[in-house]
């Protein structure tokens, strides 16, 4: 009796020694992501509840509790840039996921040359985006543009777009640019998921007779799942953000018809030098992508994730 | 305490030393400026600060180069004047930033050092007064002109109904008619308000009103548009294009008509690049329905730094480099308009212009400053959006700027210090509020009264210019801050601009 309350309590030490050193141990890297991530959050969710106006200085820097966000749902231009942010989402994850799905397929396929392959269909993304939105912007921009020279000599128009003028046009040049930038990445994820798959599975399945649309359903689809959806939260997460490729191409324009989330902030932030209503946007879309990121790791990933783990 | 010497203190002195090595004399003053460093501009600034050294040999002038993009420059130097910094002294300011800066406490009032204010054209003083004071000297004035093809027609049209005459019945081999700045930026602010002044609007009344949503607002707009996409007179690219753009198309033979600043002159008259050299002609911009034509008042001038250390010194090289012998060679070397009026009667700059002086003057005195406001970049950027909204047929014209003139007085009445404001402040109130909350408290209104140069002028001058860091002190009695007559009713944040 006495023997096993001993072992008990000694067992319980240790175990406190033992979480007690845990702690110590994760305790840098508490310390750094504090410093680097909650710090920055928690002062932009502080500046986001102040009138902060650098074109106003006298009038201080009062408190003014959430009165920055009730004019943010109020602006019709925000309601606008949310849509704007949602539309660019909606179509160039799904794009960028299926385009990446049969290309990373394409390159799992390939047997010699794999190397070089890998390399050029990688090009796109090793580009820095802020001059790839300007060679996309120098193609689309003007009667003699290659993207107007194309389609008058295909026939498909009549006469030159000015497409960064036409606020439903200038949406092409902006989600073409983003596929093509985006697609590499989305490639080499589910590629590296890819190999992650047993010959051997492939190998019974056609000793069983399982044609080529069964093995990729039974077996690629549910083993890339985990890959999958760490691109798709990648993916997602990047575009809700988006700037430097709108920046350049359209600035938002025109009119703001292209206008993103992200640009909206950065235009009362560094243009209006609105700093208390700039940090209500950031915040807003921090938030919108905390959520989307929470979303999918609990409904989508979490078995997965602890599958893995 | 054992007198243990810093390093840090050695490696002051050091530095001290090294300073003392270059700058041989003891006396030498240290002056800096910030603006345009490239090309025509920054040769002939070198040259006048060198010329200035020699004359005051105890001051040493240097050149702090800025981007030449406005946005750019603009927010390099909230950067320094927001951090206090006392570099740059001379700050190269557009006409359109002065009230803000100065409505800010970033420059320094002049009136003290008494500048000759009588010599300079009445719109470009009018543009750097703020609370009655001067915050900044006139250095070149830039004016919107017409540029015609004098080998095509006989003459420049009178009116801009005549000018879209002549654009729609234009020969096929011009493909453009009318070219203007129409991208979404200050460019197109201006191209409206040139538009807006020839049909008898404007963009706030002088008491500070807001009417950009006016009948005439409306009409004009509503021509600008019409001429792109009724008459195919604009061309729609014209939608994304700024100066240089509008100025390569000119130039390159495609457009009859061209709107655009006096610096596209002398470059268009260079043959090697141009195929119109000697085939154009300037001309006033033309008439509307309601009213003469006018064009935006543009150019440069030169302000203090609040912060500088050397204030005097300062003023010293600002009164020089707007001097007129300076002026006229700004005018010969980088073809750029004097500021000051009566060096039109001068014969050297008949030579130095491409335009007769008489006509240059004439179109400069007609000129329309843009509103002068501490929050203009805000206000220009709601009617930036609001008309290129228009202009690319997303829009119509009277809804547009219905909802942009209501976001404007939601602004402008945000901008205001309403009385007893003052005792919602925090206390983290940024220190240069609080230093002299008394002082400004009631001071700035949102607008400055254009009109009416008053005689009294006088608070400002109680600054001496040695009290840097004071903050210039606006007059004490506030020449009436004008509320916008009917405010908008919603809450700040414009809750009322979905009022269509």
């Known amino acids: 009796m006495s023997d096993g309350g001993g072992t008990a309590s000694r067992s319980a030490k240790l175990r406190r020694r033992e979480r007690r050193t845990a702690w110590a141990m994760v305790l840098p890297a508490v310390g750094v992501v504090a410093l680097v991530a909650l710090f920055p959050l928690a002062w932009t969710a502080w500046e986001s509840m102040h009138l902060h106006d650098l074109r106003m200085p006298w009038r201080g820097r009062p408190f003014v509790g959430l009165a920055n966000y009730v004019e943010l749902f109020s602006d019709s231009r925000f309601r606008e840039a949310v849509g704007h942010t949602a539309f660019f989402v909606a179509v160039t994850v799904p794009l960028e996921l299926g385009l990446g799905l049969v290309l990373a397929l394409g390159l799992d396929q390939i047997r010699r040359g794999r190397g070089l392959a890998r390399v050029l269909v990688l090009l796109p993304w090793a580009v820095p985006t802020a001059v790839a939105a300007l060679v996309w912007r120098f193609m689309f921009e003007g009667e003699g543009g290659v993207a107007n020279q194309l389609l008058l000599g295909v026939g498909l128009l009549g006469d030159p777009l000015v497409w960064f003028a036409d606020s439903v046009m200038a949406w092409v040049p902006v989600l073409l640019a983003d596929v093509w930038k985006m697609t590499p990445f989305v490639t080499l994820l589910l590629l590296a998921g890819l190999q992650n798959i047993p010959q051997a599975l492939y190998e019974a399945a056609r000793m069983d007779g399982a044609g080529g649309w069964q093995r990729f359903r039974e077996i690629t689809l549910p083993l890339l799942r985990p890959a999958l959806l760490v691109t798709l939260l990648f993916r997602t997460l990047d575009a809700l953000r988006v700037f430097d490729l709108v920046y350049v191409l359209t600035g938002g324009g025109p009119g703001t018809a292209t206008e993103p989330l992200s640009l909206f902030a950065f235009d009362a932030l560094l243009q209006g030098l609105r700093f208390g209503y700039g940090s209500a946007i950031s915040m807003t879309v921090f938030l919108i992508a905390f959520l989307f990121a929470l979303a999918y790791v609990r409904f989508l990933g979490h078995a997965d994730l602890m599958e893995r783990g | ?500």
């Open chain 2, 1 to 500: 305490m054992k007198p243990a010497r810093h390093p840090l203190t050695i490696l002051l002195s050091l530095g001290l030393t090294f300073v003392g090595c270059v700058f041989e004399d003891e006396g030498v003053t240290r002056v800096t400026i910030s603006g345009s460093a490239v090309g025509a501009e920054a040769d002939i600034l070198r040259r006048q600060l060198e010329a200035f050294q020699e004359e005051h040999p105890d001051v040493r002038v240097e050149i702090r180069p800025t981007p030449d993009a406005a946005d750019q420059r603009h927010q390099l130097y909230v950067q320094w004047l927001v951090a206090r910094s006392p570099d740059p002294d001379i700050l190269q300011l557009d006409v359109i930033w002065t009230a803000e800066f100065a409505a800010a406490g970033w420059i320094l009032p002049l009136s003290s050092f008494d500048p000759p204010t009588d010599a300079f054209f009445d719109a470009t003083i009018r543009a750097n007064l703020w609370q009655d004071a001067l915050y900044a000297v006139p250095w070149f004035v830039d004016v919107g002109m017409l540029y015609w093809r004098s080998d095509l027609l006989d003459s420049p049209p009178s009116s801009y109904g005549a000018l879209l005459e002549t654009a729609r019945t234009r020969s096929e081999r011009i493909p453009h008619g009318f070219v203007w700045q129409g991208a979404r930026y200050e460019g197109l602010v201006v191209t409206f308000l040139e538009h807006l002044r020839a049909f008898g609007g404007r963009v706030l009344e002088p008491d500070g009103r807001v009417r950009v949503d006016s009948e005439e607002a409306v009409r004009a707009l509503t021509f600008m548009r019409d001429a792109i996409y009724a008459h195919g007179a604009v061309p729609e690219a014209a939608l994304t294009w700024q100066e240089e753009q509008t100025r390569l198309d000119f130039q390159s033979g495609r457009a009859l008509f061209m709107r655009n600043w006096p610096y596209a002159y002398p470059l268009m008259q260079d043959s090697s690049a141009s195929e119109v050299a000697g085939r154009f002609d300037v001309a006033p911009l033309p008439a509307g329905p309601g009213a003469e034509g006018a064009s935006a008042l543009g150019g440069a001038q030169l302000a203090v730094n609040a912060h500088s250390d050397e204030p005097a010194a300062a003023w010293r090289v600002v009164a020089f480099l707007t001097g007129p012998e300076q002026m006229l060679e700004r005018a010969r070397g980088a073809g750029q308009y004097p500021a000051r009026r009566d060096l039109y009667d001068r014969p050297e700059l008949a030579d130095a212009l491409p335009v007769d002086p008489e006509r240059a003057r004439s179109i400069i005195e007609a000129a329309v400053p843009r509103p002068v406001t501490p929050v203009y970049t805000q206000l220009s950027s709601i009617l930036q959006i609001a008309l290129h909204r228009v202009l690319t047929r997303q829009r119509e014209p009277a809804p547009a700027l219905r909802e942009a003139a209501d976001e404007m007085r939601a602004l402008l009445e945000r901008v205001e210090l309403r009385p007893g404001a003052s005792a919602e402040r925090s206390d983290d109130a940024v220190p240069r509020a609080s230093e002299s909350d008394a002082a400004r408290a009631d001071a700035p209104a949102a607008i400055a009264d254009p009109p009416a140069a008053t005689t009294d002028a006088p608070a400002a001058t109680t600054d001496p210019p040695a009290a840097t860091t004071d903050a210039p002190a606006p007059t004490t009695d506030p020449p009436a801050p004008t509320a916008p007559v009917s405010p908008s009713p919603a809450a700040p944040g414009g809750g009322g601009r979905m009022g269509v």
